[in-house]
C-alpha cells in the first residue's frame, strides 16, 4: 500500500512538472512571437524560475498524488464520476465555489507572507523575479509551494465537485498562473478594462504587485483587495522589442 501511495505521489509530482514545462513553456514561446525582446537578458533568471518551479512541482504532486490514490483506492475525497449526481447548474457553481476558496486561502497567505519574516524566509523567492517571465508561476520557496499544494487536495473533501469541472480548476489555475506572470495582457483591453476587469485578476493587475509588493495580493478576483483597500489597480509593462 505505501508503495502504491508513492508511486502515486511521484507519478502527480511528475506530471505537475510536464504541465508547468508544456504550459510555461507555450506561453514562453508566445511572448517571444508577441513581444521578440521581452526577457532578453533574463536567461540566469530564468534558470532560477525553472529550478524553484520544478522542486515545487515535486512538493505540488505529494499531497494531490497521496489523495488521488485515496479517491481511486479507497473512495476518499467528494470528487464525482457521475454528472447526474447534482444538478447541472452545479457544474459552473462548484468550479466558482473552488475558485473563490482558493483566492480566499491565497490573498490571506500571500499577505501574510509579505509580512518581513516571512517574506525574507519564503516569499522573496517569488519577488526575486524582476520582471517576472512565462517561468515564474511555480517559482516558490517549499514553504510557499507547501502552503499552496494543499489547497485543492483539502478541497475535494468538502466541496464535491465532478471530475471534469476539477479539470476545469486545475487548467484555469495553471493557465492563470503563467498569464499572470509572462510580462504582458494577453486579455483585450475591452476586458481588462471594462466591468470584468473590475473584478478579475489578469497578467496587469499582478504585475502591480510585483511592482510594488504592498498590494494587489488576490489571485484570481479582485474582491478580497477591493474589500481590505489593497487594490491599487492596474500595472505597466515593459515593451518588448516590437
Ligand atoms: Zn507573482
Ligand atoms: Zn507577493
Known amino acids: 500500500m505505501l508503495a502504491a501511495i508513492l508511486l502515486s505521489a511521484l507519478a502527480m509530482s511528475a506530471i505537475v512538472a510536464v504541465r508547468y514545462l508544456i504550459t510555461s513553456g507555450g506561453f514562453a514561446f508566445a ?29 505540488y504532486g505529494i499531497p494531490a498524488g497521496v489523495v488521488a ?16 449526481a447534482y444538478p447541472l447548474w452545479y457544474l459552473p457553481v462548484s468550479v466558482l465555489l473552488y475558485l473563490a476558496a482558493h483566492d480566499s486561502w491565497f490573498y490571506w497567505t500571500h499577505r501574510w507572507m509579505h509580512r518581513p519574516r516571512l517574506f525574507r524566509a519564503a516569499h522573496a523567492v517569488h519577488h526575486a523575479s524582476r ?13 510557499e509551494a507547501l502552503s499552496g ?6 478541497l475535494v473533501f468538502l466541496i464535491p465537485i465532478h471530475v471534469a469541472a476539477l479539470g476545469c480548476v ?7 498562473g503563467v498569464s499572470n506572470h509572462m510580462g504582458w495582457e494577453m486579455f483585450p483591453r475591452w ?52
Open 149 to 154: 499544494a494543499i489547497v485543492i487536495p483539502a
Open 191 to 242: 476586458m481588462v478594462q471594462g466591468p470584468a476587469g473590475r473584478w478579475l485578476i489578469t497578467a496587469s493587475h499582478h504585475q502591480r504587485h510585483h511592482e510594488q509588493y504592498n498590494c494587489n495580493y488576490g489571485l484570481y478576483f479582485r474582491v478580497w483587495d477591493r474589500l481590505c483597500g489593497t487594490d491599487r489597480g492596474l500595472g505597466e509593462f515593459r515593451k518588448g522589442r516590437r
Open 31 to 59: 511572448t517571444r512571437v508577441r513581444q521578440p525582446g521581452l526577457y532578453a537578458g533574463l536567461d540566469p533568471q530564468i534558470r532560477r524560475e525553472i529550478a524553484w518551479s520544478l522542486a515545487s512541482a515535486l512538493i
Open 131 to 143: 520582471p517576472p517571465t512565462a517561468w515564474a508561476a511555480m517559482s516558490f520557496h517549499p514553504w
Open 170 to 176: 486545475l487548467t484555469i489555475m495553471t493557465v492563470m
Open 69 to 84: 490514490w485515496g479517491w481511486q483506492a479507497q473512495g476518499w475525497t467528494r470528487i464525482y464520476t457521475d454528472v447526474g
